[in-house]
């Protein structure tokens, strides 16, 4: 069975040229999808303030912060609660339904009251046995939506409450099906989102259980919340870093249809949420990349980048087109064909992210082209013609440093064709003396001096092809001019096995005892 990993996508350590890192970054970055930005964006687990069909009675002009003291009142009146329902259940007599109803609506009131809920108290009165016991078949919407709302803000708590959630797990899921109203079926993938969230450990127990062909049929719906709430919930469910999941929720009949539909038709919204789901399946499953290539998703993509200014729209959409671009060659060698209407989208929309003043849209931008440029020498034409040259260049010398290590793979990647019989990349010496001629250098030269390996391998690749490329051997003119010789000799006796012997090397071969001599 073909490995579905990206694992075996991984660069591996690259000792001579910009043209072999090129090579071997078509998933570097697509493994790592950015947790930290994910989650500065869209939490990962999410309390519920306000129900899926709007209602909700907590005040919101209440503080989210709480004192001490009314953290002691809140856990209080929280465990009172839990009582008030433990007796609800038990009563038989006329109005029982109301009355659970009612002790339910108290409970979810208060663990619904401040963005820290008083889970502890909630879990420490006993709450999962008898919310589990309300969400059994047959009981009221009203019950089970109730219920459902109570679980999902215990499992936005800390990790050890989230699994206090494990009992209720299969009745969440069942309740997910065609049988039950929207109402309740969000609100139950509002809570498994919250506990897919969680890690690794509780995904596994939710895709054994079956949450994601469930989950994956509520992108179907046309109501907005619905499918917001139920994409959240499979972006968490399918996250990896097993590839199966994702691949198994591309595999599902529906849901490449409501992607690329939400993706055309939905608000910015909706189409977020969405994009994050390709996201994960772009990043983690080869398969789901072959088949989403296939699809419209790289214009639907090129599209809302080109009209969208949602930063929060703009990441996963972009982060969305560099993983399709990154995971699968017949992208740029079938599908971004120079002069197609759809290549020059990307490169346009990916120029509108250069001049952005977001830096996350630069880094992600720079990337996509890195590996655009990593194709064939028609792409790198293309790259090279274009707006994004002169804005690569001045971002080489006044970005932050993560952007200008991207940038600077985008750069290389523009001079050399694949690796000849010597292991060295052959050269296109007209972008190489153009780009040095307008300055370049001394950015790569700059990486050589960082304390980043990856960085410092690019900055050295590079000089190397300058060194050896440049006409009339300029190169080491060049490269002495901008105190290239003492970047390099920074690594005479580094630790770095590849990175001491590639400066070593080329001090030698290019600066050696008879150089000078000539003058």
């Excluded at 890192?21 to 570097?28: D, E, I, S, Y």
């Excluded at 990593?374 to 993560?402: M, Q």
Aim: hydrophobic letters at 40%.
């Amino acid at each position: 069975m073909a490995d579905d990993s990206p694992a075996s996508h991984r660069r591996d350590p690259i000792k001579s040229s910009v043209g072999n890192v090129a090579a071997q970054r078509r998933r570097q970055n697509a493994v790592t999808v950015g947790k930290e930005r994910r989650e500065s964006l869209v939490r990962a687990k999410r309390l519920c303030r306000v129900g899926p069909s709007g209602d909700g009675d907590v005040p919101g002009e209440e503080n989210d912060m709480v004192t001490d003291e009314e953290g002691f009142l809140l856990d209080a009146q929280t465990s009172s609660a839990v009582e008030d329902l433990k007796s609800a259940i038990a009563y038989q007599g006329k109005g029982a339904m109301q009355k659970r109803v009612n002790a339910l609506r108290e409970l979810r009131r208060l663990l619904s009251k401040s963005e820290f809920p008083p889970v502890e108290a909630a879990l420490k009165a006993g709450a999962i046995p008898l919310l589990v016991q309300c969400l059994s078949f047959g009981s009221p919407d009203e019950q089970l939506l109730e219920a459902a709302w109570c679980l999902t803000n215990i499992a936005a708590g800390k990790p050890e409450e989230t699994k206090a959630l494990l009992p209720a797990l299969p009745l969440l899921i069942s309740h997910l099906g065609e049988k039950s109203s929207l109402p309740v079926a969000e609100q139950c993938a509002w809570a498994l989102g919250n506990v897919a969230g969680e890690g690794e450990e509780l995904r596994n127990v939710l895709l054994s259980q079956g949450a994601l062909p469930p989950l994956a049929r509520m992108m179907l719906p046309n109501k907005g919340s619905t499918v917001r709430t139920a994409a959240w919930a499979l972006s968490n469910l399918i996250k990896g870093p097993d590839p199966k999941a994702a691949t198994e929720l591309i595999k599902v009949d529906v849901l490449l249809d409501a992607i690329l539909r939400h993706l055309r038709k939905s608000d910015e919204e909706l189409a977020t949420e969405v994009a994050w789901v390709v996201v994960y399946l772009s990043a983690l499953s080869n398969f789901a990349t072959g088949v989403l290539v296939k699809s419209d998703a790289i214009l639907l993509l090129v599209e809302r980048l080109a009209t969208s200014n949602s930063l929060q729209l703009l990441i996963p959409v972009l982060r969305s087109l560099g993983n399709l671009v990154a995971g699968d060659s017949h992208t740029t060698s079938t599908v971004l064909i120079p002069g197609h209407e759809i290549t020059d989208g990307v490169i346009k929309v990916l120029v509108k992210c250069l001049k952005s003043d977001h830096r996350v849209l630069k880094k992600e931008a720079s990337w996509v082209l890195s590996n655009i440029a990593a194709g064939s020498i028609e792409h790198k034409r293309l790259i090279y013609s274009s707006e994004a040259v002169p804005l690569l260049l001045r971002l080489l010398s006044t970005a932050p440093f993560d952007i200008r290590k991207e940038v600077a793979y985008v750069l290389g990647n523009l001079c050399v064709t694949p690796t000849g019989g010597d292991g060295k990349p052959n050269l296109i010496e007209e972008h190489l003396v153009s780009l040095v001629q307008r300055g370049c250098l001394s950015g790569f030269i700059d990486l050589v001096r960082s304390a980043d390996i990856e960085a410092a391998r690019v900055g050295l690749q590079f000089m190397e092809l300058v060194l050896r490329g440049m006409p009339n051997g300029d190169g080491p003119k060049l490269v002495e001019q901008e105190d290239g010789i003492d970047a390099m000799e920074r690594y005479q006796f580094h630790e770095n096995e590849d990175l001491r012997n590639m400066a070593n090397g080329l001090v030698d071969k290019y600066f050696g005892e008879n150089y000078g001599i000539d003058e």
